[in-house]
């Protein structure tokens, strides 16, 4: 079972960027979807932003044009740059992947705390 590790979460001012990364376990063959999620407490998790089919990328309405999404496929890993971040920006972020093969599976990180104060 692959699972994946997340890095770059911490504590931030408000105005700042952090740069978070997400490298599997293992390498993995038919990536359908890579990227991240986050949640709030009491809240439902919501996209940030992800690698689809090819190239295409999508992104939350919220964070788009001041976070970018980024991999390196040698190595599987994707990287979610953060900027001017904001108080509300502050969730637990959580990388996701989705591999096809014969079967899907998808996989989830542990999730990594932003905090951004004001």
């Known amino acids: 079972q692959v699972q994946l590790v997340e890095s770059g979460g911490g504590l931030v001012q408000a105005g700042g960027s952090l740069r978070l990364s997400c490298t599997p376990s293992?390498?993995?063959?038919?990536?359908?979807?890579m990227g991240w999620y986050r949640q709030a407490p009491g809240k439902q998790r919501e996209l940030v932003a992800i690698f689809t089919s090819g190239e295409r990328t999508n992104y939350g309405d919220s964070v788009e044009g001041r976070f970018t999404i980024s991999r390196d496929n040698a190595k599987n890993t994707v990287f979610l740059q953060m900027n001017s971040l904001k108080p509300e920006d502050t969730d637990v972020y959580f990388c996701?992947?989705?591999?096809?093969?014969?079967?899907?599976?998808?996989?989830w990180g542990q999730g990594t705390l932003v905090t951004v104060s004001s």
């Open positions: 996701n992947v989705v591999i096809t093969t014969n079967t899907r599976l998808e996989v």
């Open positions: 293992r390498s993995i063959n038919s990536i359908n979807r």
